[in-house]
């Protein structure tokens, strides 16, 4: 069964080599894509339905159906900031929807900072070929398609 | 079985990036290679998802654990990885 998976952000998205870092960059976390995510402050979104298996200030992993994880980190090295910044709205172990507000933040404040708020959202474990649809080069709104998991 | 334990030296743990260098590096291993975190479940190394799940602390002590043929040196350059500060290799 296909998981469709949600922008976690409002912006462009970009593909995954696009992102400012060599390890996002090369797939190496997984495939999949990432948001340059608009400059407001706001909510972040769960990318699919499923239970929240992390929950770090900056980053999240979520698992739906049949054991798939989709990580969505929030902007590049902001696991430095050590929560700052970042507010939580759900606890780990929660059941979530698709577009579930998960954490709260400021793209602009990350980037202040000196970091890239850019957003990474991978599918973890995931073979390259079962990622498709991505919307690359194209503006999403929270909770449109970014990609499917075949 | 081969153990190993090791002080996880990433500053700030095994975040996304120190994560995906130690699976990738257990991935090509081409061993069956394992991870636990002191007093839990060892998870497969080879998958990211395990890996972050398990939120591996700076300082964190970690059994890796493998069988058979290799076990040895994929253990010790392992061991070797994750003792290093893997954030600071990346520049």
Redesign the interface.
């Known amino acids: 069964m296909t998981l469709t998976v949600v922008s976690p952000v409002a912006g462009a998205a970009i593909p995954l080599g696009a992102v400012p870092d060599p390890v996002f960059s090369a797939a190496l976390v997984g495939p999949g894509t990432a948001v340059d995510p608009v400059r407001a402050e706001g909510t972040v979104v769960s990318p699919i339905a499923g239970q929240v298996a992390k929950l770090h200030p900056h980053a999240f992993v979520i698992v739906g159906d049949r054991g798939r994880g989709v990580l969505v980190h929030l902007g590049i090295d902001t696991v430095q900031l050590g929560g700052e910044g970042f507010t939580l709205m759900v606890d780990e172990g929660d059941d979530v929807d698709a577009g579930t507000p998960v954490v709260w933040w400021d793209p602009r404040q990350v980037e202040s900072g000196g970091r890239s708020p850019i957003c990474p959202v991978v599918a973890l474990d995931a073979p390259a070929g079962e990622i498709t649809g991505r919307a690359d080069g194209h503006h999403v709104a929270a909770g449109d398609v970014l990609f499917v998991w075949e | 079985m081969t153990e190993r334990r090791v002080v996880v030296g990433s500053a ?1 743990g095994l ?3 120190p ?3 130690f699976v ?1 590096a257990a991935t090509k291993s081409g061993i069956a290679v394992k991870i636990a975190k002191d007093g839990g479940d060892p998870v497969e190394a080879r ?3 395990a890996v ?2 398990l ?1 591996v602390r700076h300082g964190d002590e970690v059994i890796l654990t493998a069988d058979g043929a290799g076990a040895d040196a994929a253990l010790d350059s392992l061991t070797e990885l994750l003792a290093a500060d893997l954030d600071a290799a ?1 520049g």
């Open positions: 700030v975040h996304a990036r994560a995906a260098l990738q998958s990211i998802l972050l799940s939120d990346h």
